[in-house]
């Protein structure tokens, strides 16, 4: 399926799962034209979302979900760089991606303070989902990111 009106290709979106359903997390992938949905959680189960348990993503998503946790999980660590090449080769191959992770708020999740940063550093910027519709740019947080990014 091709873009649809509004839709941007080669796009890294990010959100926060907290305030979602799996139901509006599937919309919002179709609204946007995202390929691939990348769960980054270094532990991808919940005891308050069991909907979004790997198992049930698995089912819900098929082909379209990819738990990328051992790489780019941010427990106990930061991101590895395997798991920061893997989303910019995804990226340059044209794919429109959905990073997830549980933190409603970007700015106290390591989707945005360390993958986002880290992306950005390297010229690719990725756009965060709030759940209240407004999308903000990992640039517009204006967060002191690592490496004068």
């Not at 992306?119 to 640039?139: F, K, P, S, Y």
Request: aromatic share 8%.
């Amino acid at each position: 399926m091709g873009p649809m009106r509004g839709q941007r290709r080669n796009v890294i979106y990010t959100i926060g799962y907290s305030k979602w359903t799996v139901e509006g997390v599937r919309a919002k992938m179709d609204e946007l034209g995202v390929d691939l949905l990348a769960d980054v959680r270094s532990r991808p189960y919940g005891r308050f979302h069991p909907k979004f348990n790997r198992p049930e993503l698995e089912k819900a998503f098929g082909a379209r979900y990819r738990w990328m946790g051992a790489t780019l999980g941010g427990k106990p660590g930061p991101a590895t760089e395997e798991g920061i090449e893997w989303l910019i080769a995804e990226h340059r191959s044209g794919s429109t991606l959905l990073i997830m992770c549980v933190e409603m708020d970007p700015r106290t999740c390591h989707r945005l303070i360390d993958i986002g940063a880290r992306l950005l550093a390297r010229g690719v910027e990725a756009i965060h989902l709030i759940h209240d519709g407004t999308q903000r740019t990992t640039q517009e947080y204006g967060l002191p990111w690592p490496g004068g990014a």
